[in-house]
């Protein structure tokens, strides 16, 4: 099957040009002016942006968490995920304390077995547990099964929360095998102080969830993680920056030339603490770690975004449902299952407040979302651009689209969306997998199982394209 797409206006991390893409099978075959080629399908992208599919590093699909399970299993979360432009997404395999390494790693592939995505699925090893069920010998093997990077949860205490021991371990496997190490990064000893003091005191409402973690329980645990990365020799990635006091250590560290980088998420740049006070319950839609922060944070990660210090926005797509899930921390607001949907509005929100609105180009925002993602997580050149010989990961995007973003109309499991009502102009028309149609205008044409495993390379390593397989 070959697919022509012609006149699209293709906008890489660092190109900006106008051209036609054959496509052939599952990559790019040809990119050029006017080609005089014929094609199984033809695609008129005039005027129309063409853009690498993006990449969600972060998301949390069927997830045990917090007393439930996340609410979006791989078929529906990956649905979601392609109506918002994104063709490929690592989760977080999750060790249940106890539970040994292998097995949780089986544990998430029977998921995408059982739950077949739509788009390319790789995963994270989130290690929770290196006293009674993980060994560091098999830490040291997940690289081999195309699982190159490590979490640590550094709060949740009292469920997966490491204790600096198996963090520094885990940094030192890493230094060993190529890995990356990700972390959550709050610190959660004093967190769970706060809590219980709060909780003492009668304060039950959602608004105390901010308020018991404060921007230094995150700057703190960002600079250990940092310091002890250094230490031990690894790269190091920080994941949902969210504050100033998060910002400043990572900018020191990569200032000084540390291998760190960090992300932020699509929430931390729009929602506010005081949305934790909304009356009857409707704050708990809003009870994601860390919590959303005062708006001045808003405009320093934004900053922190075009200056080069943050590399990447990620949804932490992590579904609760309102109705009957979030509401197990109804007059207990340390109950209240943590996280939030968004894994079909990161672009919408980063094209229409970020590009539109003049906070960055149209580069940055597939540089944060596509190029940066796969170059962190071992999926370049195939994943990530517009290249002759990558993955046909593209999508033909319609920058004058309205849409109205809402529960009612979006693709989730889940019963709310953290932008009801928003009105952005912008939205994916087509989205390509590997050179196969998947979303067509407001039609999912693809069926479960159109997605792949994704192994990915170690740190720094390329991943090969099909070109450079034919060619070795
Ligand atoms: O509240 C959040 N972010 N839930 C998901 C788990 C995590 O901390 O990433
Ligand atoms: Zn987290
Ligand atoms: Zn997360």
Not at 209 to 222: C, I, K, Q, S, V
């Amino acid at each position: 099957m070959s697919v022509l797409i012609k006149d699209g206006h293709i906008v890489t991390a660092a190109d900006d040009y106008v051209a036609d893409i054959l496509i052939e099978g599952e990559t790019v075959a040809e990119i050029g002016k006017s080609l005089d080629v014929s094609a199984d399908r033809v695609i008129d992208a005039s005027g129309k942006y063409v853009i690498p599919g993006a990449i969600d590093p972060h998301t949390h699909m069927e997830m045990p968490f917090g007393g439930t399970v996340t609410c979006d299993d791989f078929t529906s979360g990956t649905t979601s995920a392609a109506f918002g432009g994104v063709t490929s997404l690592i989760d977080f395999c999750l060790q249940t304390p106890g539970q040994s390494i292998p097995d949780a790693l089986a544990t998430w592939h029977e998921k995408i077995e059982r739950c077949p995505p739509v788009i390319d699925v790789g995963f994270h090893m989130a290690i929770t547990d290196l006293h009674d069920g993980g060994k560091l010998e098999d830490v040291a093997k997940v690289p081999d099964q195309g699982v190159t990077s490590y979490k640590l949860f550094m709060a949740y205490k009292g469920a997966i929360m490491v204790d600096d021991e198996t963090l520094f371990r885990t940094m030192q496997v890493a230094a060993e095998t190529g890995a990356l190490v990700m972390v959550h990064a709050e610190n959660g000893d004093v967190i769970d102080v706060l809590v219980k003091q709060a909780l003492a005191e009668g304060k039950t409402e959602p608004k105390w969830h901010a308020a018991t973690r404060p921007p230094h329980t995150e700057g703190e645990a960002t600079s250990r993680a940092i310091t002890l990365a250094h230490l031990a020799g690894c790269p190091l990635y920080v994941v949902h920056v969210s504050c100033e006091e998060s910002i400043a250590p990572v900018a020191a560290a990569r200032a000084a030339g540390w291998r760190i980088w960090g992300e932020t998420c699509t929430q931390y740049l729009f929602i506010e603490q005081k949305d934790l006070e909304e009356p009857d319950f409707q704050g708990a839609k809003y009870v994601f770690t860390p919590p959303p922060r005062p708006p001045h944070n808003h405009e320093s990660l934004w900053r922190a975004l075009n200056n080069g210090v943050l590399s990447a926005v990620s949804s932490d797509h992590c579904p609760f449902r309102i109705a009957d899930q979030k509401t197990l921390g109804k007059g207990d607001f340390s109950k209240i299952p943590n996280g939030g949907p968004g894994i079909e509005n990161r672009l919408h929100m980063l094209h229409h407040f970020g590009v539109r609105e003049g906070r960055m180009s149209m580069n940055h925002l597939v540089d944060l979302c596509c190029t940066q993602p796969a170059k962190l997580f071992g999926l370049f050149p195939r994943k990530g651009t517009i290249a002759v010989g990558s993955d046909a990961d593209i999508v033909v995007w319609d920058s004058d689209k309205h849409l109205t973003l809402s529960a009612k109309t979006h693709h989730t499991n889940v019963d709310y969306n953290l932008f009801e009502g928003t009105e952005v102009v912008g939205a994916p028309e087509l989205v390509l997998l590997r050179g196969q149609v998947i979303v067509d205008g407001d039609e999912l044409v693809a069926s479960p199982g159109a997605g792949q495993f994704l192994s990915r390379a170690r740190f720094g390593q390329p991943l090969e394209t099909q070109d450079a397989k034919v060619a070795s």
